[in-house]
Structure formats: structure tokens, C-alpha cells
């Protein structure tokens, strides 16, 4: 049954990458969402969504993908080019590039998946060095593979709490996109609030509180207001 989903999986992913390639960038659309819908999320199936998107002129969803494959893959150039390129049709522009130290630092060090590894290696390593500990005769020889087995333990517990954190960062995300063409920020949730500010499509935003109806958003520079909740689209 698995093989039979997977087989369908890459046919969607083919067909969706040949309606691209054909300029049939909404069938692309589709289909790439397709794939997401059904759980095979990748970031190379969310920076191709992002793609099309842009084709499209959706400047907002196509942030929001190439955000969430960044998410995915921090490194990747294509992936940190083109949301650059997107950017910059931000109308605001400055708040769409802002971003603090910690989250800088979180995206340069590399992804869930990539510590996840580290973490398995690492075991395996301080598993194959307790083997030869027990094996080895030597008494200086034991105590290298001892220690060397220990501080590889160790290693592998920090990249998997690494892992586990920024997996909870994706899962638990507090980033969210402004969806449509502009939306005015109130002083409180609802619209007898007073304006505060405005913001357009593609701007992204720390999400501080919400409720059925609102979110409670912050930008860069520390500027609070809230908006209408189904303006906004969670990273």
C-alpha cells in the first residue's frame, strides 16, 4: 500500500513539475498542493510552490512556501535567492527583511533533519567505540575508547535536542504572512479599534496572540497591533 502512495506521490510531482515547466503554473499550483495535502511535504516541493505562485503574481503564498522551505532546508541558496527576489515586491519592504539574532542564528545552523543525522551517527560511532572497549586489552588503549565513546554520547544527545527544538519551532511556529493586498492593524480585536498601521501582501509578522477571530502581531521594530485572523497565514 505504502509503495502504491509513493508511486502516486511521484506522479503528482512529475506532472506538477511538467505543468511548470509549461507555463501551466496554476495546474503546478495544484498539484504541488496535492502533495502537501497529502502529509509528503519536502522544501523542494514547497520552494517549487513557491515558484509558481510567483509566476503568478500570489507574492504572499509565495513567501509563505519559500519560508516554509527554508524552514526545511536553511541553507539552500535557491531557496534564500528567490525569497530575496520576493522580497523585494514587498510594499513593505524593511518589516518583510527584518528578523532578530536568534532567529539568524537558528537558520544558519542547519535543518531538524540534518541534526536528527548527526544525532544517529554520533550514537552509532559511541556504540562501535564501546564495542572496542570491551574487546581491547590495553588499559590506556580502553580508556581512549571509553571517553572517546562518552563525549561522542554526548554529542549526539546536544544535536538531538538541537533537532527536537527546531522541530518544535516548525511545528509550534509563532511567523505568519500577510495573505492579502493590505490590512489595517488595530489597537484592539476588533474594528472599533483604532488604526495603527498598515500592512501588505508578502509582509511577514511574529504572531503574539490570537483568537477566533484576530491575531495580535509584532513587527520587527516592535510595533504591536491586531488584524483580522484570516488575513494572516501561519509559516
Given at each position: 500500500?505504502?509503495?502504491?502512495?509513493?508511486?502516486?506521490?511521484?506522479?503528482?510531482?512529475?506532472?506538477?513539475?511538467?505543468?511548470?515547466?509549461?507555463?501551466?503554473?496554476?495546474?503546478?499550483?495544484?498539484?504541488?498542493?496535492?502533495?502537501?495535502?497529502a502529509g509528503s511535504y519536502?522544501?523542494?516541493?514547497?520552494y517549487n510552490l513557491g515558484n509558481a505562485y510567483y509566476k503568478t503574481n500570489s507574492?504572499?503564498?509565495s513567501i509563505l512556501n519559500y519560508e516554509k522551505a527554508l524552514?526545511?532546508?536553511?541553507?539552500?541558496?535557491?531557496?534564500?535567492?528567490?525569497?530575496?527576489?520576493?522580497?523585494?515586491?514587498?510594499?513593505?519592504r524593511m518589516m518583510a527583511e527584518g528578523g532578530g539574532l536568534f532567529k539568524k542564528w537558528t537558520n544558519g545552523i542547519g535543518s531538524s533533519n540534518l541534526w536528527a543525522w548527526f544525532s544517529i551517527i554520533l550514537s552509532f560511532v559511541a556504540c562501535f567505540l564501546?564495542?572496542?572497549?570491551?574487546?581491547?586489552?590495553?588499559?590506556?588503549?580502553?580508556?581512549?575508547?571509553?571517553?572517546?565513546?562518552?563525549?561522542?554520547?554526548?554529542f549526539a544527545l546536544f544535536s538531538f535536542l538541537i533537532a527536537k527544538s527546531k522541530y518544535d519551532l516548525y511545528l509550534n511556529t509563532h511567523e505568519g504572512i500577510v495573505m492579502v493586498g493590505s490590512v489595517?492593524?488595530?489597537?484592539?480585536?476588533?474594528?472599533?479599534?483604532?488604526?495603527?498601521?498598515?500592512?501588505?501582501e508578502g509582509t511577514k509578522v511574529n504572531i503574539q496572540d490570537s483568537n477566533e477571530a484576530?491575531?495580535?502581531?509584532?513587527?520587527?521594530?516592535?510595533?504591536?497591533?491586531?488584524?483580522?485572523?484570516d488575513k494572516i497565514e501561519k509559516i
Open positions: 500500500m505504502s509503495d502504491l502512495i509513493a508511486k502516486d506521490l511521484n506522479q503528482l510531482y512529475d506532472s506538477a513539475n511538467h505543468y511548470y515547466a509549461n507555463k501551466q503554473y496554476e495546474l503546478a499550483i495544484t498539484k504541488y498542493s496535492q502533495i502537501i495535502s519536502s522544501s523542494e516541493v514547497y507574492i504572499g503564498r524552514r526545511l532546508s536553511p541553507s539552500d541558496e535557491d531557496i534564500l535567492n528567490n525569497l530575496k527576489l520576493a522580497n523585494k515586491r514587498v510594499e513593505d564501546l564495542v572496542f572497549y570491551f574487546v581491547v586489552n590495553r588499559l590506556i588503549t580502553k580508556k581512549v575508547f571509553f571517553y572517546s565513546a562518552i563525549v561522542s554520547l554526548l489595517t492593524a488595530r489597537s484592539s480585536p476588533n474594528k472599533k479599534g483604532t488604526s495603527l498601521f498598515i500592512l501588505h484576530w491575531v495580535k502581531l509584532e513587527l520587527p521594530d516592535g510595533t504591536v497591533g491586531w488584524v483580522e485572523a
